[in-house]
C-alpha cells in the first residue's frame, strides 16, 4: 500500500514539475502558412484566416516574408505587399503587421507567421517593408474598385482618414460605366459616397463626382486624392 502511494507522489510530482517547466518555456514563432502562386481569391482567403488568427491572440504580431520570382522584385512588392497590408488595415490589425521583403528566388513563396509576445522574430535574409507616405501636395490615385471587389486592395477607412487629416484637401470620384448588365454608375457613386459620408464621416461638400469614358467592361471607380488649393 505505501508503495502504491508512494508511485502515485512521484507520479504526481513528475507532471507537476513538467508543467511548471513547460509553462517556464518561452514563447515561439510558428509558421501558420505557406504558399507559392496561386489566385488572388485564395491568397485572400488565406489572409481573412491569418488576420482573425492574430486578432484572437492579443499582442501578437503578424509577420509576413514574400519572396519575389527573380527579376520581379518592384512587382511582387506592390502586388503581394499592398494586398497582404490592405487585408490587414480592413481588419484594423496594420499596426500588429510586419512585412519583410525576402532576396529574389526561382519562385514567388510567402510564409505567414505569428509572433506571439515576448518571442524571438524568425531569421529571414530580407529587409524589413514600409509603405512610403504618399506625396499629399500633387493629386493621386488612391485606389480603384469595380462593381465585383474582387482582389480589392481599396481600403475606404483608410481613404477617408486621409482626406480628414489633411486640411482642404478633397475625394475626387471618377466613375465609369461598364457594359450591359452592369451597375449604373451613378448609382456606383451614390453608394461610395454614402460609405465615405456615414460610415466614416467625411463631409459630403468635400467629396467630387466625375464621369469619364471606360475602357473595361465592369461599371469602376478610381478614388483620387486632391490636396488643398494654393493661393
Known sequence: ??????????????????????????????????????PCEQRLAYLDVYAQEIGKEPGSTALVLATPENGRAGTAARREISLVISRFELFKFEDRLVVILGKESNETHTQFWKVPQGADFPKFDGTRWTRPAPDVTKPFIFGWEDEYGLCSTFVPRKYAELILRNPGSRAHLVLRQGGRDTLSAVWFGKQWIKTFTKDYGL????????????DIQLTNAEFWFVPARTK
Open 1 to 38: 500500500m505505501k508503495a502504491n502511494l508512494l508511485s502515485v507522489t512521484r507520479l504526481l510530482f513528475c507532471a507537476c514539475f513538467a508543467s511548471i517547466v513547460q509553462s517556464q518555456e518561452p514563447p515561439k514563432s510558428t509558421l501558420v502558412n505557406e504558399f507559392g502562386m496561386l
Open 203 to 214: 463631409p459630403r461638400k468635400r467629396i467630387k463626382v466625375f464621369y469619364a469614358k471606360n
